[in-house]
């Protein structure tokens, strides 16, 4: 007999769907919508005089006086924000910060209003919602799920709470989930990842798990340990598990390891959040995308990644976006960010409704387990392990290793040497160090035993020039990459190694 929690859900999923049909059919109203609500409202921040708000009438007039901008230079506003302020980029004080990794400047503090909240909650939410209207299938509300994510314990600066954007959100779970949901209170808040990982497997071991969420390569962790203690396949111990909810990283590359170790293919909904906002999720089980979340406080604009860096970069709003074109995506957000630059790109699949699939950074990077290492961080690690050396390196490439032969997944460098080192993993050492010490993504994944240190593999002399010759590259104005998110570049060059 169905609970009267799934019989309830279903109504509850019929409604929501309505709502968000109505936006998502009357996109640009929407979002000129959002783009008004936003200008009003910032009208008297500092922000909003020294940009002039007051005249900002159309969105050519936003173009005209709001440039785009990344951290760094939204920086002196955030800093004044941070030290106690109000009304600098937004009405009044955040109610929170998510402290996240900066790239170039150290932890970034990333405001969360009472007004942008609300979206970082609804937008899982009604991921579920929409699943069970379309597939019917509401029987999972009734088992445990459990969410893998970073501590609740949040700190104070100047009376702002601030802690990691999952940490914050587990503040936000509704009663009626609260006896559903795993892992406890006490084990979320483990800061080591791998023992909270061995809690979490004894806490679950003997439930009823219907959903499981997480970052793949923490959740591939989770399955691994489950499959040691017990030697069955997860679809085994949990027998109703049948949705994995996922963001952050791609789970293509996952997919086959995953349904091995699952022993059966699972529906899985994809979502965009960021510390910046909620941007979009998986709104049907049939078609390729993430609907784009039109309608929470944050207006969108596009500037084409191939002319990104030019003087003055055409930007536009989502009524002049194409299909399959690769975008940087810019936000303005009722968080009080405004033309931001997140660093994200984005290809459409769909414009009605608006679908996005992430297509990667704007520089290059590897985040296969949700780091977000990117050129500037390896090479100044490589810079200063061979530091008051003898060694000397020609060329180097990094790329993730997700399914090693034996243990932890691992960054691997292919690095061609000049002046080959005597001592290969000392140097391994010090180059993992130093990344650990720029970027603490990448030291909270080797600290809590996501990755182990990353290893070194010798490339013989001249293989990075045979590699670019074999695939008709070779010359001044074409460089190999100095990293990337998957293996494509390296495997290619392996077969010239």
């Known amino acids: 007999m169905l609970s009267l929690k799934s019989v309830l859900a279903k109504p509850f999923a019929k409604r929501v769907y309505k709502s968000i049909q109505k936006w998502a059919n009357s996109p640009v109203e929407t979002q000129e919508k959002v783009f008004r609500n936003l200008i009003s409202a910032a009208k008297s921040t500092v922000f909003g005089k ?3 708000f007051v005249n900002i009438n159309s969105y050519d007039d936003f173009v005209k006086r709001v440039p785009i901008r990344d951290y760094e230079t939204l920086k002196p506003y955030v800093e004044k924000v941070v030290a106690g302020e109000g009304d600098i980029l937004w009405e009044g004080k955040p109610i929170y910060f998510a402290k996240t990794s900066g790239t170039t400047s150290g932890a970034k503090y990333i405001p969360i209003t009472k007004e942008s909240m609300p979206a970082h909650v609804e937008a899982a939410r009604n991921a579920i919602l929409m699943y069970i209207h379309e597939t019917g299938n509401a029987k999972f509300v009734n088992g445990k799920m459990i969410f893998l994510q970073g501590s609740p314990i949040l700190n104070e600066q100047n009376g702002i709470q601030l802690g990691r954007l999952s940490g914050i959100v587990a503040h936000y779970v509704p009663k009626y989930l609260q006896k559903n949901r795993l892992p406890s209170w006490e084990t979320n808040c483990i800061e080591d990842w791998e023992t909270k990982v061995d809690a979490i497997v004894e806490e679950t071991l003997s439930e009823n798990m219907t959903i499981i969420s997480g970052i793949p390569s923490w959740v591939q962790m989770y399955f691994e340990k489950l499959q040691q203690k017990t030697g069955k396949k997860i679809g085994d111990i949990f027998k109703n598990f049948n949705l994995f909810i996922f963001g952050g990283v791609n789970y293509e590359p996952y997919r086959a390891k995953f349904e091995s170790l699952i022993g059966r293919r699972v529906d899985s909904i994809e979502l965009y959040p960021a510390s910046e906002g909620f941007f979009a999720f998986q709104d049907t089980q049939n078609e390729k995308g993430m609907l784009l979340q039109l309608n929470s406080g944050i207006f ?17 709003t989502i009524k002049d976006v194409e299909i399959g074109v690769n975008y940087v995506m810019i936000i303005s957000t009722n968080a009080g960010l405004w033309a931001y630059n997140i660093g994200d790109t984005v290809q459409f699949t ?4 608006y679908r996005v699939i ?24 490589m810079k200063e392990a061979l530091l008051n050396s003898s060694v000397s390196v020609t060329e180097f490439t990094v790329a993730p290793q997700i399914n090693p032969k034996e243990g932890l997944p691992y960054h ?12 290969i993993l000392g140097l391994a050492k010090k180059i993992d160090e130093s990344l650990q010490k720029q ?58 190694n």
Request: glycine fraction near 8%.
């Open 439 to 496: 970027n603490s993504y990448y030291f909270d994944l080797i600290e809590g035993k996501v990755l182990q240190m990353l290893k070194i593999t010798k490339v013989k002399k001249g293989g990075f020039q045979d590699y670019m010759k074999s695939i008709g590259k070779l010359g001044g104005q074409n460089k190999l990459p100095r990293l990337s998110n998957d293996r494509k570049i390296v495997e290619g060059f392996s077969h010239n």
């Open 300 to 316: 969108y604009e596009f500037v084409k990644t191939e002319s990104f860096f030019e003087e003055n970069p055409k930007r536009v």
């Open 412 to 423: 691997e460098w292919f690095v061609e040497f000049e002046k080959e080192p005597e001592d």
């Open 358 to 381: 992430v297509s990667g950074r704007i520089k290059h990077f590897i985040s296969a387990f949700g780091e977000h290492v990117i050129g500037k961080e390896v090479e100044q690690a």
């Open 350 to 353: 769909s414009t009605k409704p």
């Open 50 to 52: 020294d940009h002039d």
